[in-house]
């Protein structure tokens, strides 16, 4: 199944470093959000964007991961001539990520 299904996710971008969370829609699923949803996995998953170091904080009493993902904007808002310079799809992109049932 996809990540969707158990949970959904926020971005925000300062510069060139953009932070994703993962936020299970319910606790009973936060285990299996913690376990399977990793730095590598996810570096793996956006393996197209090509990002520098990221980091990981686990939120367990919120039900949730942030990852902050280094030069993963090509430069940031002002720099970058993606149509995505903010990086709000990747969100979306991480969502898709596929976890066992």
């Given at each position: 199944?996809?990540?969707?299904?158990?949970?959904?996710?926020?971005?925000?971008?300062?510069?060139?470093?953009?932070?994703?969370?993962?936020?299970?829609?319910?606790?009973?699923?936060?285990?299996?959000?913690?376990?399977?949803?990793?730095?590598?996995?996810?570096?793996?998953?956006?393996?197209?964007?090509?990002?520098?170091?990221?980091?990981?904080?686990?939120?367990?009493?919120?039900?949730?991961l942030n990852?902050?993902?280094?030069?993963?904007?090509?430069?940031?808002?002002?720099?970058?001539?993606?149509?995505?310079?903010?990086?709000?799809?990747?969100?979306?992109?991480?969502?898709?990520?596929?976890?066992?049932?």
């Amino acid at each position: 199944m996809q990540l969707r299904a158990i949970a959904h996710s926020r971005t925000g971008d300062k510069g060139n470093v953009s932070n994703i969370s993962v936020i299970a829609y319910d606790m009973a699923d936060w285990p299996r959000i913690e376990a399977e949803v990793t730095e590598e996995r996810l570096r793996a998953h956006l393996e197209w964007l090509q990002i520098g170091r990221i980091e990981r904080f686990v939120l367990p009493q919120l039900g949730a991961l942030n990852f902050v993902l280094h030069a993963a904007l090509k430069g940031g808002v002002t720099r970058s001539l993606a149509l995505d310079a903010h990086g709000k799809c990747l969100s979306s992109g991480l969502l898709d990520l596929e976890i066992a049932d």
